[in-house]
């Protein structure tokens, strides 16, 4: 990691995160998920980080490793069908990436996820920032119905579906 990175890191706006996902825009991703969550026994998390915290700057943790503490951080692998997703989204490094417990991902392989991450770049690259993950939930939740559909008796909504903000 170069030392132009961590000073832009170490340098960025609080305000970052605002600037691209507003109310409206967290209201609208929040929905979705809940939405999605109805048709699968699935569980999303969306995670929206402006700049990497110092500690992963030190250690020089990449955009994989990194959404890999907050899948643990936030309990995305402990959901009670292994069932947690996770997307990740790294605003200033603008990097993505999804997280599938070990449940889908035995069911889903990783190209599947990557190719979904793809998509959401192009819409962020054109300032699509509410579409683009709107559109990658929607696809993260048809994926999800196919293979983990919900039961009319027993869905529970393990984890907050608020996007959260860092």
Request: glycine content about 8%.
């Amino acid at each position: 990691m170069g030392l132009l990175r961590k000073l832009k890191h170490l340098t960025a706006p609080g305000w970052l995160v605002r600037r691209h996902f507003g109310k409206a825009d967290l209201d609208a991703v929040e929905a979705a998920i809940a939405a999605s969550e109805k048709s699968h026994r699935g569980e999303i998390c969306v995670v929206i980080e402006g700049a990497l915290p110092y500690a992963a700057l030190w250690h020089e943790t990449d955009c994989r490793q990194r959404a890999g503490e907050l899948f643990r951080e936030y309990g995305i692998d402990r959901t009670r069908e292994a069932t947690g997703i996770l997307l990740y989204i790294q605003l200033l490094d603008h990097q993505l990436e999804i997280l599938a417990d070990h449940g889908i991902s035995a069911q889903v392989p990783q190209a599947v996820w990557d190719e979904i991450c793809h998509a959401v770049e192009r819409e962020f690259a054109a300032g699509r920032y509410r579409e683009g993950t709107v559109s990658a939930i929607g696809r993260i939740g048809a994926l999800l119905a196919e293979h983990f559909p919900a039961t009319a008796d027993d869905n529970p909504d393990e984890l907050a579906n608020r996007p959260r903000l860092r």
